[in-house]
Nanobody, 124 residues
Framework: VQLQASGGGLVQAGGSLRLTCSAS????????MAWFRQAPGKEREFVGA???????FYADSVKGRFTISRDNAKNTMYLQMASLKPEDAAVYYC???????????????????WGQGTLVTVSS
């Protein structure tokens, strides 16, 4: 599965932005899709994941502000980000796993395919 993330840009603190992850094939709908992010000088960080069932799990740092959704018919996943903070600034990556359990969903090594990343900048 090839992934392509898009939608990043510059936004003021408190603003909103929506990221999109497009997948190359329909096997996307059978697995787990996730968002990660990496700020300069920091390790890659889990943001959230969505299972094919529609179950969603978020990192505590974004819970209540970010919303993940997927459109299996379009092989697309979205990350709606609201109330953005300067600490949300990072390169955001989408990732795919054919199978990952909840207890390991934060582990980036569980994901087989990665998009190229899209940069989100938040000005204070």
């Amino acid at each position: 599965v090839q992934l392509q993330a898009s939608g990043g840009g510059l936004v003021q603190a408190g603003g909103s932005l929506r990221l999109t992850c497009s997948a190359s094939e329909r096997t996307f709908s059978r697995g787990v899709m996730a968002w990660f992010r990496q700020a300069p000088g920091k390790e890659r960080e889990f943001v959230g994941a969505i299972w094919r069932s529609g179950n969603i799990f978020y990192a505590d740092s974004v819970k209540g502000r970010f919303t993940i959704s997927r459109d299996n018919a379009k092989n697309t996943m979205y990350l709606q980000m609201a109330s953005l903070k300067p600490e949300d600034a990072a390169v955001y990556y989408c990732a795919f796993s054919s199978s990952v359990i909840l207890s390991r969903v934060r582990e980036d090594v569980r994901y087989n395919n990665w998009g190229q990343g899209t940069l989100v900048t938040v000005s204070s």
